[in-house]
């Protein structure tokens, strides 16, 4: 899929939820910035990642993604309902 955020996994067939908001860091500190919808799938599917919020951001913008991570699944587009 084309025109979504860089958060969203190329198997995961959802659209983005929202502006991009967010960047997600991996434990070595490869980072990608998204929508909290991707971000919040992406950081569910990392060991060790974090979240933090891009300037001009929404207020909670990195809060609800990393509260949104933690009811996911990893990977959650490839093991079940989307």
Known sequence: ???RCRSAHPDDPTPCVGPVAVTVLDSVGGGADGCEHHAARLLASLDGGRVYPLPDTPAGAAIRVF?????LRPFCWAVGPH
Not at 67 to 71: F, L, M
């Open 67 to 71: 509260t949104a991570a933690a009811t």
């Open 1 to 3: 899929m084309t025109g």
